[in-house]
């Protein structure tokens, strides 16, 4: 596994970062990235991966580190609450998101910015840990497509496995032996080039988002080493929340049937 020099200086946050996150996943997990070199060593991009576990970022950013770029994500806002995190999140150049609300337009606008400042920006595009029961990609939402189209920079997709051995989804217990082992693999870049050109509409925004997660599947299929069912999961259909844990929204429903 060749280790790429970093694209320009971490500075202090990234350091800090790297100092007490390696020493814990360095030896706690035996690593497999698959074709890092697809990953542009330089000038703004969008990563997008499917999401399977709260420990999976920790484990991207350790990825991406390690093939020479700083991550900057599109996270929850909920972790900027705490004015320590917070602080510390925001020093790292991470972007808060309110999800489901309207100030998602500022991460956004923020979003874009950094991938014209030659940023790798890092999107979960389905937004959540996954409620596909075996925990295949689901519906995405469309913001990784939007920084795209409004950027023109390539969205280099990424399939991931192994993170839902060490922290099961909404699961407050890291399983930390044995080793486990988690895989990256790097697609080639998302060809979005048959959408029309011009602003944006809904249906070409659906038609890129989901360009980009038959991509991820594609990815998490040969990861796996199984086929992904047939029709990709849909939480608004199937009445599952799109945020929260819906472990513990199933078990309200049961109490008031």
């Known amino acids: 596994m060749r280790v790429r020099k970093l694209e320009r200086k971490r500075g202090w946050p990234f350091v800090v970062a790297a100092s007490i996150l390696k020493p814990v ?7 497999r990235w698959i074709d890092g070199d697809k990953l ?12 399977i576990s709260h ?8 990825f991406v580190y390690d093939h020479g770029r700083l991550p900057r994500y599109l996270a929850k806002s909920g972790l900027f609450r705490n004015p320590v995190l917070g602080g510390f999140l925001r020093s790292l150049g991470q972007i808060p998101v309110a999800r489901l609300s309207a100030d998602a337009v500022g991460a956004y606008d923020a979003a874009v910015a950094a991938v014209r ?27 990784a497509a939007r920084i795209a189209l409004a950027t023109g920079c390539p969205v280099v997709p990424v399939g991931q496995w192994g993170a839902q051995e060490i922290l ?15 895989t990256f693999k790097v697609g080639d870049p998302v060809d979005l080039g048959s ?17 980009i997660m038959d991509a991820i599947t594609a990815l998490v299929a040969d990861v796996r080493g199984e086929e992904p069912p047939a029709e990709r999961f849909d939480p608004r259909q199937r009445g599952v929340g ?16």
């Open 55 to 62: 420990v999976d970022p920790l484990l991207t950013a350790h």
């Open 168 to 182: 099961p989804p909404y699961s407050t217990r890291p399983r930390l032996l044995p080793r486990r082992t988690v």
């Open 40 to 51: 542009p060593a330089g000038g703004g991009c969008v990563l997008v991966l499917n999401h």
């Open 25 to 31: 996943l360095v030896p706690g997990t035996r690593r």
């Open 117 to 143: 400042a030659g940023e790798c920006v890092v999107v979960y595009p389905e937004g959540t840990i996954t409620r596909d029961p075996d925990l295949w990609p689901m519906t995405g939402k469309t913001g």
């Open 195 to 211: 959408l029309p050109d011009g602003p944006p509409t809904a249906e070409a925004l659906r038609r890129a988002t989901d360009l």
């Open 242 to 257: 799109e945020i929260g844990n819906p472990h513990k929204q199933a078990r309200r429903e049961e109490g008031t049937a």
